[in-house]
């Protein structure tokens, strides 16, 4: 980030930062996003769908229609594909918590199954252990109350997020040629030229990158839901669109998913094949993503490698928790976007690129 401000901002001659006022700036800047994640995060899911809805906007002005009405029929339809997508998840959720007693009283009875073939194979006493599934719903009475406080400030958070992003949206997308204008004038002329590509290259980038995401979580969502369902496990398209949502998270994403259907398949059918059903169908859909759907659908996407991406998603959830994990992978997109097109931060670009660069002749 240093760099950057380096190369758009002249500095004079010979200037160079230490290593302390890069700690100091990373320390400030860190503390800034941290405190103000209230007001950053639905502004920078605001910027981020504006970046995706400007075509969209520009298309229907291009059609002779009024530029507000344009912002509000873009943002609509994002949002109206947003509630479908919320109302199917919650169907599935409600379906799921409709059979969680059965689910409840299988798993009880699957752990004094597991306890009983611990003490007599191993000889392992597990008398104090027999009670734990009792325990569990008896300590999971006494914590309700946080619980229930727990939720009902996750949805104050997320209704406000909900009624505050789509008007930043809308605000950025209305005021684009004035926001545009500012960033022009905080920068010398001569960088100008410059500011307009990267801007131009980021908004193509990331529309063309949502669409092709979307596309694959779509397909991915539905080879899981169909592998599930032919192996019989059940709520097949909750757990098989939430796998395809994870799957932004490289590797953890997808054991994370399965955790809960391997469970489920386990405790349901008291048997090691339904599991090892599961654990194929997520591996099968996994190599078809990685070499077949994602190449496809997403085409020229930024490239950044693994271990950049890791340390994004985990500095994320660190200051902005899930919604850093999502956030951070695009801001770190734009800043490679930046180093790529500038001579002085080709060492960045190297470091953040999933190609390893030249290679010395032996």
């Not at 230490?18 to 910027?47: D, H, N, R």
């Not at 969209?56 to 912002?71: A, L």
């Not at 930024?302 to 200051?319: P, S």
């Amino acid at each position: 980030m240093v760099q950057i401000i380096k190369t758009l901002v002249p500095l004079p001659p010979n200037r160079k930062y230490s290593v302390l006022e890069i700690l100091q700036f990373t320390v400030l800047l860190s503390v800034v996003l941290y405190f103000g994640k209230t007001l950053f995060i639905p502004l920078s899911f605001a910027m981020l769908i504006s970046f995706i809805l400007y075509p969209i906007c520009k298309w229907f002005e291009k059609k002779k229609i009024n530029k507000t009405v344009s912002i509000f029929l873009s943002i609509s339809i994002v949002f109206l594909l947003l509630g479908a997508i919320t109302f199917l998840l919650l169907y599935q959720i409600g379906g799921f918590l409709h059979e969680w007693p059965t689910f409840k009283v299988k798993f009880s009875e699957s752990l004094m199954q597991l306890f009983a073939f611990l003490k007599e194979k191993y000889g392992i006493n597990t008398d104090s252990l027999s009670d734990l599934p009792k325990n569990l719903m008896s300590s999971s009475r006494t914590q309700i109350l946080g619980i229930l406080a727990n939720m009902l400030y996750s949805m104050s958070i997320s209704t406000f997020f909900i009624i505050v992003i789509p008007v930043f949206s809308a605000l950025i997308l209305y005021y684009r040629e004035m926001l545009v204008n500012v960033l022009y004038m905080l920068f010398p002329s001569s960088k100008n030229e410059t500011i307009r590509e990267i801007l131009a290259e980021t908004i193509h980038a990331y529309y063309n990158f949502i669409k092709g995401m979307l596309l694959v979580y779509l397909i991915v969502g539905i080879l899981n839901s169909v592998g599930l369902a032919i192996i019989g496990i059940p709520h097949p398209f909750l757990f098989g669109f939430i796998a395809s949502i994870l799957t932004f998270i490289p590797y953890a994403g997808i054991i994370i998913s399965s955790l809960i259907p391997i469970t489920i398949s386990w405790i349901t059918f008291d048997s090691l094949w339904y599991p090892l059903g599961v654990v194929l169908v997520f591996t099968i859909v996994q190599i078809l993503e990685a070499n077949i759907i994602f190449p496809f659908a997403v085409g020229n996407r930024l490239k950044i490698n693994t271990m950049a991406i890791i340390v994004v998603i985990v500095a994320g959830g660190i200051l902005w928790g899930a919604a850093g994990m999502i956030l951070f992978i695009p801001f770190i997109s734009i800043v490679k976007l930046i180093a790529d097109r500038t001579e002085s931060l080709k060492m960045l670009s190297l470091l953040l690129g999933s190609d390893s660069g030249p290679k010395k002749s032996d």
